[in-house]
């Protein structure tokens, strides 16, 4: 069984960072690729940024390429987002998503088998 926790979130100005983490706990070799979505209300969730479980192959949305790193360490079983230059419409619940597919990292939400409960990130103005 697959669980997910995330932490980190919080409220923070405009051009500021974060930095949420993942808690990871899943049989070994379970997990192919683990990521980070968004969600706002009213709206569907958003890919955020994947990786790969050995860390060799990572994707990002457009809208936080640059500022936004993914990273794991698998050893400890945690995942990272650091989060820098944060605006306003980064505001939005965060889900870490991990999948048990064996495939290239996902950038949809169907390519994830397992969620967390998501942690709020308020970007202010």
């Known amino acids: 069984q697959v669980r997910l926790a995330e932490s980190g979130g919080g409220l923070v100005q405009a051009g500021g960072s974060l930095r949420l983490s993942c808690t990871i706990s899943a049989p070994p070799f379970s997990i192919y690729s683990i990521g980070w979505f968004r969600q706002v209300p009213g709206k569907g969730r958003e890919f955020v940024s994947g990786?790969?479980?050995?860390?060799?192959?990572?994707n990002y949305a457009d809208s936080v390429k640059g500022r936004f790193t993914i990273s794991i360490d698998n050893t400890k079983k945690i995942l990272y987002v650091q989060m820098n230059s944060l605006r306003p419409e980064d505001t939005a619940v965060y889900y870490c998503?991990?999948?048990?597919?064996?495939?290239?990292?996902?950038?949809?939400?169907?390519?994830?088998?397992?969620w967390g409960q998501g942690t709020q990130v308020t970007v202010s103005s």
């Open positions: 998503a991990a999948s048990r597919l064996q495939t290239s990292v996902p950038v949809v939400d169907s390519g994830y088998t397992d």
């Open positions: 990786i790969s479980w050995i860390g060799r192959e990572a």
